[in-house]
C-alpha cells in the first residue's frame, strides 16, 4: 500500500470530513501506516499550508512535552500562530496560544480562580442544578437530550464560575454554537465571535466596578508580578481579561457537553456497563469518567509551528511547520490501551490525553469532571431506560468532536434513590 496515496484520500483539514463523527478507520490506518505523514494542502486548507499528522500517543506526549521545539505561540518568524489550523493574529495574546515564561505568569495568574477548593465549592450547586435539569425532562415524549442536558448543564457551570448571569446564558451559548458551525476556518467565527466580544467587554466593565467572588472578578483584581524578562507586572489589560473570557467561555462551554452526550450513547449502545454504573460508588464512577473522557475525546486534535528545524523520528520538520498530533488517535492507540475500541468503564490505568499534557495541560480538568460524574450518578439514579429517538446529528467541526442533537426518549425509575456518587 503507498503511503502518501492513501494519506492524501482524506482531507482532515476539511470539516465535512468530521460531519459524521471521528474518521477512526483512516487513523487505525495511519497509527501502524504512517503514524507521521505530511498532509499536503487542499482547496479549503486554511492558509492553503501543509501540516504534519501525528496519530500515536507517543509522538502526541513527545510534542507535548516538548513546547520549546513545538510552540503554541507562533514560532519561525511567523505573524500568527495558535493550536488550530489557521495562523491567528491573536496568538501570543491567549493563555492557550502563548508559551512560557509568559504562558505560565498567565497561568498563575487563572490558578488563583481554579483551586480545587473553588472547584469543590460549586459541587452542592450543580448537583442541586443537575436533578433540575432532569426533574424537567419530558416523560411523555421525545426531546433533544443535547439542549435539555448536556448543552446546559455545562454552561450553568461556567456562568457560575464566571459570574455570568445565568438568564444570559442561551444567547452566549447560541453564538458560540453558531460560530462554530459556520463554514470558517476559524474555531468560531469572527461575526460571532465578535458578539461574544462585546458581551464580555461589557460584562468586565460591570465587574471591575463591583467585585465578587466569581473568578473573573479573581481575575480582574490580581496582579502579574514582574517578569524575569524585563516585561512589566500588574493588572492585566481590558484586552488581555476579555481574551480570558472568551477562552474560558468557550473551553467551558463546548467540550464538557460532548463527553456528557458521547458518554450517555456509548452506556446506551453497551446496557451492561450502564446497569453497572447505576450502583457504582464515587471511585467506581471516577474511574469510568475517565473511560468516558478517552471514549469521547472532545478536543480532537492541536497545532503546535516548531520553532526550529528538526529530524524527528527521520521525518525533516522546518522551523515554522504547522505541526498537528491527534488526541483522538492518542487515545486508541493500541501499544497503550488493550482493545482500544472496547468501551470499559473499569479501564484503569487509563493513560488518555483527552485534556492534553504538559504546560498546558486542561485547566478545567476538575470541574469538567466533576460536571460529569455529578450528570451521571444523578441520571442512573432517576432514570430506568433511555431510548434512542432518532439518529445522532455531528457538529461539523474538525476541531471540536460535538454531538449537536440527541433525539431520545426516556422512562424514569419507579422509586428514585439517591445517587451515591
Ligand atoms: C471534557 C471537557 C474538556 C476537554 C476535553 C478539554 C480539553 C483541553 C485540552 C486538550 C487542553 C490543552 C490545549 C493545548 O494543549 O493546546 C485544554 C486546555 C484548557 N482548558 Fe480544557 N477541556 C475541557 C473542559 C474545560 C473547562 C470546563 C474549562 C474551563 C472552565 C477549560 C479550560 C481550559 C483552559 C483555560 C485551557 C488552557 C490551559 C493552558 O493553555 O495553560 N477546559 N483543555
Known amino acids: 500500500m503507498d503511503a ?13 470530513t468530521f460531519a459524521h463523527g471521528f474518521p477512526h478507520d483512516h487513523f487505525t490506518w495511519a497509527r501502524e501506516h504512517a503514524p507521521i505523514y505530511w498532509h499536503e494542502p487542499t482547496a479549503v486548507t486554511a492558509d492553503g499550508e501543509g501540516f504534519w499528522v501525528m496519530s500515536r500517543h507517543d509522538d502526541a506526549m513527545a510534542v507535548m512535552l516538548d513546547p520549546v521545539t513545538f510552540s503554541s505561540d507562533k514560532g519561525g518568524g511567523r505573524t500568527g500562530g495558535g493550536t488550530g489550523l489557521k495562523d491567528e493574529y491573536q496568538a501570543g495574546n491567549f493563555l492557550n ?43 411523555k415524549e421525545p426531546f433533544d437530550f443535547v439542549e435539555r442536558f ?14 455570568v448571569p445565568q438568564e444570559d446564558r442561551a444567547m452566549l451559548a447560541s453564538w458560540v454554537d453558531a460560530g462554530i458551525a459556520a463554514p470558517t476556518p476559524e474555531i468560531i467565527s469572527r461575526e460571532y465571535a465578535q458578539h461574544l466580544s462585546e458581551y464580555g467587554a461589557r ?69 451492561e456497563q450502564l ?63 488493550d482493545e482500544p475500541f472496547r468501551f470499559d468503564i473499569t479501564r484503569s490505568p487509563n493513560r488518555h490525553v483527552t485534556f492534553g499534557f504538559g504546560a498546558h495541560v486542561c485547566l478545567g ?13 444523578e441520571l442512573l439514579a432517576r432514570i430506568e431506560t433511555f431510548t434512542a429517538e432518532g439518529p445522532i446529528e455531528w457538529m461539523p467541526s474538525n476541531r471540536l468532536l460535538g454531538i449537536r442533537r440527541m433525539p431520545l426518549s426516556i422512562r424514569r425509575r419507579s422509586e428514585r434513590r439517591a445517587a451515591t456518587a
Open 4 to 16: 502518501r496515496v492513501e494519506t492524501s484520500k482524506i482531507d482532515l483539514s476539511d470539516n465535512a
Open 97 to 139: 496560544w502563548s508559551d512560557d515564561p509568559r504562558h505560565q505568569r498567565l497561568r498563575s495568574l487563572v490558578n488563583k480562580g481554579f483551586t480545587n477548593r473553588a472547584i469543590h465549592a460549586l459541587e452542592a450547586e450543580l448537583r442541586r442544578r443537575t436533578v433540575a435539569l432532569i426533574e424537567a425532562l419530558p416523560e
Open 150 to 163: 448536556s448543552r446546559d448543564l455545562p454552561l450553568q457551570a461556567i456562568c457560575l464560575l464566571l459570574g
Open 203 to 271: 460584562l468586565i466593565a460591570k465587574k471591575r466596578a463591583n467585585l465578587t467572588d466569581d473568578i473573573l472578578s479573581t481575575i480582574i483584581a490580581a496582579r502579574l508580578e514582574p517578569g524575569e524578562d524585563g516585561s512589566a507586572g500588574g493588572p492585566l489589560t481590558d484586552r488581555e481579561l476579555l481574551n480570558f473570557f472568551m477562552l474560558l467561555f468557550a473551553a467551558g462551554a463546548e467540550t464538557t457537553r460532548s463527553a456528557i452526550g458521547g458518554g450517555l450513547k456509548a452506556l446506551m449502545e453497551n446496557p
Open 275 to 337: 446497569e453497572r454504573l447505576r450502583g457504582a460508588d464515587i471511585g467506581q464512577m471516577r474511574v469510568a469518567v475517565d473511560e468516558i473522557l478517552r471514549w469521547t475525546t472532545p478536543s480532537i486534535f492541536k497545532r503546535r509551528t516548531a520553532t526550529r528545524d528538526v529530524d524527528y523520528k527521520g521525518h525533516p520538520i522546518k522551523e515554522g511547520d504547522k505541526v498537528t498530533y491527534w488526541e483522538m488517535s492518542a487515545n486508541r492507540d493500541a501499544a497503550v490501551f
Open 365 to 377: 480538568a476538575s470541574l469538567a469532571r466533576m460536571e460529569i460524574r455529578l450528570s451521571f450518578a
